[in-house]
């Protein structure tokens, strides 16, 4: 399966920023002849993750089976309403807008988007991808998918009008790098939302979860929002806990 003109207009070499061709089966940078190839019909951008972005691909590719059943379950039992709902309703989402969720996963929070967008999600861990892309066609959307990291992505500047990020940024190689690129990619005065776990969770049930426990037991760095890493220039930067202390909302607008 090839990709669209249109879409490869809007790629670039994550890691020249030099745009892209598609070339056949694949996509090549014609300054560096570097090539990076499609798996069924998914562009895939690096090979191997390195650092703890190699531990939480591991982590992920094995939990992607599981990993909409668990959700599922958890507010079956608890009765609770979707906790998507208390940040998904301040991203701002005009008609026709194209949408970028870094990190994209199973694209759980796609369900809550209006239909009438371009939708546009990477993630790490191809089994996550792999979901996503089954889920997708059960739910009858479409969208366009990525193999990469938060850190390095495939897109060129200014081009996307929402960009988000859900569940896993605590533990990026580079955070500062992953939240440098989600602005590069986004055009001027776009509101940017990162949302993630805080402490409490991860105390409470990643260091216990026989499913996780032996990655984030391993892990010394707090699970905090990342305030200190949005670049000062940027506008109305906030901070709040949502969903009674279990997750941060970080929000800022591109000037
Ligand atoms: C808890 S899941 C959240 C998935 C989805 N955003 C959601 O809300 O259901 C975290 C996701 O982050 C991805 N991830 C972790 N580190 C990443 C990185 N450095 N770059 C891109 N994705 C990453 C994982 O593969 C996983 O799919």
Redesign the pocket.
């Known amino acids: 399966m090839s990709l669209d003109p249109k879409i490869v207009e809007l790629l670039s070499d994550p890691e020249t920023h030099d745009s892209l061709e598609l070339g056949g089966d694949c996509l090549i940078n014609p300054k560096s002849g570097r090539r990076y190839p499609m798996r069924d019909g998914i562009p895939v951008f690096f090979e191997e993750?390195a650092g703890t972005?190699r531990k939480?691909?591991t982590m992920?590719d094995r939990l992607a089976p599981g990993y909409d059943f668990a959700e599922r379950l958890y507010y079956w039992i608890s009765r609770k309403p979707d906790r998507?709902l208390e940040f998904i309703p301040e991203l701002e989402i005009p008609a026709g807008a194209r949408v970028l969720?870094?990190?994209?996963?199973?694209g759980?929070?796609i369900r809550f988007l209006p239909a009438n967008i371009e939708f546009f999600g990477?993630?790490?861990?191809w089994n996550?991808l792999r979901r996503c892309r089954q889920n997708l066609q059960r739910w009858r959307r479409d969208a366009h998918l990525f193999h990469?990291?938060?850190?390095q992505l495939p897109f060129r500047d200014a081009v996307f009008d929402c960009v988000y990020?859900?569940?896993?940024i605590n533990?990026?190689?580079d955070k500062a790098r992953?939240i440098a690129e989600m602005i590069r990619v986004a055009k001027p005065g776009t509101k940017i939302m990162i949302v993630d776990e805080t402490e409490k969770v991860v105390k409470e049930h990643y260091r216990k979860n026989p499913f996780t426990r032996r990655v984030y037991q391993s892990e010394d760095r707090p699970a905090v929002a990342p305030i200190e890493l949005v670049p000062a220039e940027m506008r109305e930067i906030a901070s709040r806990q949502i969903n009674a202390g279990r997750e941060y909302c970080l929000t800022f607008r591109k000037p």
């Not at 969720?101 to 199973?106: F, H, L, R, Y």
């Not at 990469?148 to 850190?151: F, N």
């Open positions: 993750a972005n939480y691909q992920y998507r969720e870094v990190s994209v996963g199973t759980a929070n990477l993630d790490l861990s996550m990469g990291q938060g850190e990020h859900v569940g896993g533990f990026f190689n992953a």
